[in-house]
């Protein structure tokens, strides 16, 4: 299902867990700074700068400089990465759902 609705994104953990994170922060109205999610996914610093470079190629994550900082810069789903992630996440709690009452 994940291949499917992220089109082969080449979603290996890393980037995975990068988009689990941007949803999180998202749903927590909370900003979420390059640095610290290349951090949180284990990343090098230049390494998760490659995956964000991806992921925003693809379409899933959009990125800004930090208008109060400059030298910081603000990653966050784009519209299309937060519709695919939703309708994954949806798709898993109906699949666990009607795992759990048969």
Known sequence: MRSRLFRGSGLVDPGWNMLLDLMLA??????????????????????????????????????????????????????????RLSTYLDQIDRDDTGRRQA
Not at 36 to 45: E, F
Not at 52 to 65: H, Y
């Open 26 to 83: 998202h749903l927590e109205g909370r900003q979420l700074y390059l640095s610290s999610l290349c951090v949180a996914a284990g990343q090098p610093i230049t390494n998760g700068k490659r995956r964000v470079a991806q992921l925003i190629a693809d379409g899933l994550v959009q990125r800004e400089t930090d208008r109060a900082d400059r030298r910081r810069v603000l990653v966050s789903l784009t519209q299309s990465g937060l519709e």
